[in-house]
């Protein structure tokens, strides 16, 4: 755990505060060069030395990092068609042998690959994997691999909001810009210690860039005070290749911050100059500032923000206006596919692609299809609804053949147990990722690559531009997550964000062991927990695909009865439980979302006999005596799944409890304390649904699930 509160100096004029102590670092190759110092002296336990080695022989047993630019070296022992081979981002490790030397050389095109395959290089050392006989060549596979930290709202690794109590150090945002009371005085731009360990932890996973604020924006991140707060941040974060990006409100420019320079409502037309005009100037404003500033990420005519429908155009319009303003400056737009606007449709989850659908489709004047402008990303998350524990995918993923989509997952446990619940997330992102889309060409054939991993990284339809998002856990927690095992969930993002091919399995296992131990049985155990974990969550709050049942406004505790004040937000809307069944039909009898998947899916899932059984009740009004897979009624299997997630969960607390000697003292306390609560509120969540439901299908508690409190 570092002292996240101790603060850096930033500039030379700064006041040092008390506790300051390092300076930054100031170049990528500097970054590794610490690393490796840093973390070769942790492993071995005694100092590394440094040397210049250029010309002379390279001592045995040292490790060389550079570019073929920053060392001669490095080109002399790695073939220049070999390094092309793994792009800008990407590294070689290879072990050498020359003369009676043999020393490990970390090779990039960039100084940001050295310093990735550093990071990599240390994982293998630090999860004791062999380095003798090294030959890796690793490369990115999806080109922006961004977080989105949502400040202030919906922080679960800083705040919680459930109101059920804190651990010590685990309230706040993790970035400072307007510190009062106890932190005042530590305020960006002062640097502290907290963004140099985040900026560490995200370099070492490849994550390239962070947008700051929450999808919610507040304009005053758009100020000229602000924005020399956050050059501040971007330069403590540039030698590790984490480029800054904001949240923007659409009507940004009548803000009565920016006057004099203000519009008014009516010159907010998007194609209009003046509208373009501002948004250029404050995007000039910022790149001046920050020369590598990413762009802009909009949440429009979603939840109450303002978009270009509340002028009378859509969001083709909206989106192309701001992405043209900026792209003479070289930034992008992520415009957020997250709508749900009522009068679309009645089924929620059916909204989305009808309203971006046909933009994607429509044939420009140039005969050319899909009207959104190069630099605009739609960031679309997952699921149709809500980042719920288990949602089937986006049915917009191959659908917008003809526009840049961005994957928007969620790593805060917002819907799943927040900071207090242990649920690793990894096998989440890539059961999505690894989804079969079952995509077709224009002629109804059906692609070769079309798993939602292969739409995200261009490979399925041939899109040079391409994105992934983490909406981000960061808090001013001392382990950045609040809970220790959320650290693995932006881990396991981090490691798919760069290649989504790999198993999720062997992510919990490094993370284990660079965490825990590297005790064999340590490691058996703790990922065995790790990877039900998520089933097990799914189990107990929402089994068989039943839709968000959440009370309202937390996202924590279940309220299934609960008409949240708008029918979309309504687990009622959700589960329709009635005396036949429970579910949402949407099969080609009820609201027929089925139908926007592509056809294999549509058949899949629009049929109660080839759903699915994860994802049966986001399709199906299912009939309480529908016979499943496992011989059980529907009625039976529901309850048996509440049953097997609490269960699961109990197995969890005592199978850490026994691991007490094997993990040092405060971090083995705290994890148990969270296992308690969260094994009583997976309990609440069983007895709260079952005894729900019971109401409706008049059925009695199978008796091998007793006891059920
Ligand atoms: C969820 C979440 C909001 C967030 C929204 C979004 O609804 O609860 O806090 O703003 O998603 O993704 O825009």
Redesign the pocket.
């Known amino acids: 755990n570092a002292d996240t509160t101790k603060v850096h100096r930033h500039t030379t004029d700064l006041a040092m505060a008390p506790g300051s102590s390092e300076k930054l670092v100031e170049t990528t190759l500097g970054a590794a060069r610490d690393e490796l110092v840093r973390g070769l002296g942790g492993l071995l336990g005694q100092p590394t030395p440094e040397a210049t080695v250029d010309g002379g022989t390279v001592p045995d047993g040292a490790i060389v990092v550079g570019t073929p630019a920053s060392s001669p070296l490095v080109g002399r022992t790695i073939a220049t068609r070999d390094l092309a081979t793994v792009g800008d981002e990407g590294y070689l490790v290879r072990s050498v042998s020359k003369g009676r030397s043999r020393f490990t050389v970390i090779a990039g095109n960039t100084d940001l690959g050295a310093l990735y395959g550093t990071f990599a290089f240390l994982r293998l050392l630090q999860t004791q994997k062999p380095i003798d006989h090294l030959r890796v060549a690793e490369s990115p596979k999806i080109k922006h691999r961004l977080l989105n930290n949502?400040e202030t709202?919906?922080l679960y690794a800083g705040n919680n909001p459930s109101g059920i109590g804190g651990l010590n150090g685990e309230s706040g945002a993790i970035f400072n810009f307007a510190a009062t009371g106890a932190s005042a005085g530590r305020n960006l731009p002062v640097i502290l210690d907290r963004y140099l360990v985040m900026a560490r932890a995200l370099a070492s996973l490849g994550i390239n860039g962070i947008t700051i604020n929450?999808?919610?924006a507040d304009n005053a991140y758009l100020t000229s005070a602000r924005i020399a707060q956050e050059a501040a941040l971007a330069d403590a974060l540039r030698p590790y290749g984490i480029r800054l990006g904001l949240s923007i409100r659409y009507t940004a420019p009548t803000d009565s911050r920016f006057a004099p320079d203000t519009l008014t409502n009516a010159q907010l037309d998007p194609y209009g100059a003046d509208f373009r005009g501002w948004w250029h100037r404050r995007a000039q404003q910022i790149q001046t500032a920050i020369p590598d500033f990413m762009g802009l990420t909009v949440?429009a005519n979603?939840?109450g923000q303002p978009g270009p429908q509340d002028f009378g155009y859509d969001h083709g319009d909206g989106a192309n206006a701001i992405a043209a303003a900026v792209a003479p400056l070289g930034m992008t737009v992520h415009w957020?596919t997250?709508v749900y606007n009522a009068e679309v449709d009645n089924d929620r989850l059916k909204r989305a692609y009808l309203e971006f659908g046909p933009i994607d489709d429509e044939v420009q004047p140039d005969g050319s299809r899909g009207r959104f402008a190069d630099n605009v990303f739609l960031q679309t998350?997952n699921g149709p609804l809500?980042?719920q524990a288990r949602e089937p995918i986006h049915p917009m993923f191959g659908r917008m053949e003809n526009t840049n989509q961005a994957l928007e997952l969620q790593i805060t446990q917002?819907y799943t147990g927040q900071n207090w619940m242990l649920a690793y997330l990894g096998p989440m992102y890539e059961e999505i990722l690894k989804t079969d889309t079952y995509a077709t060409d224009a002629n109804g054939k059906l692609l070769k690559k079309r798993l939602v991993g292969n739409i995200v990284d261009g490979t399925a339809q041939h899109h040079p531009d391409t994105a992934i998002v983490g909406v981000a856990n960061l808090g001013n927690a001392d382990n950045l997550t609040g809970h220790h095992f959320a650290q693995a969930n932006l881990f396991a993002f981090g490691r798919q964000a760069w290649d989504w091919t790999l198993d999720s399995t062997d992510i919990a296992t490094d993370w284990t062991r660079m965490t825990w131990s590297n005790d064999r049985r340590v490691v058996d155990t703790i990922r065995t927990m790790m990877m039900g974990s998520w089933e097990s969550l799914v189990s107990y709050q929402t089994p068989l695909g039943i839709g968000h049942q959440f009370a309202e406004g937390v996202?924590y505790r279940p309220d299934p009865a609960d008409w949240a004040g708008r029918d979309d937000w309504s687990p009622i809307y959700y589960n329709k439980a009635d005396s036949v069944g429970l579910g949402f039909d949407r099969s080609p009898t009820g609201s027929n979302l089925a139908a926007q998947y592509f056809p294999r899916l549509q058949q899949r899932y629009g049929n109660i006999n080839s759903v699915p059984e994860n994802l049966l009740m986001w399709f199906h009004h299912v009939p309480w005596g529908h016979r499943m897979d496992s011989g059980r009624t529907f009625w039976d299997e529901l309850v048996y799944r509440y049953q097997m997630g609490v269960q699961y969960v109990t197995w969890m607390r005592e199978t850490w409890d026994a691991l007490q000697p094997d993990i040092d003292a405060r971090r083995f306390a705290e994890v148990r304390a969270k296992l308690a609560v969260h094994e009583a509120d997976a309990a609440d969540w069983r007895d709260t649904s079952v005894n729900y439901w019971k109401e409706f299908s008049g059925r009695d508690i199978p008796v091998d699930d007793a006891p059920l409190s």
């Open positions: 949502w709202e919906r929450n999808v919610n949440k979603s939840e957020r997250f998350k809500d980042f917002e996202h």
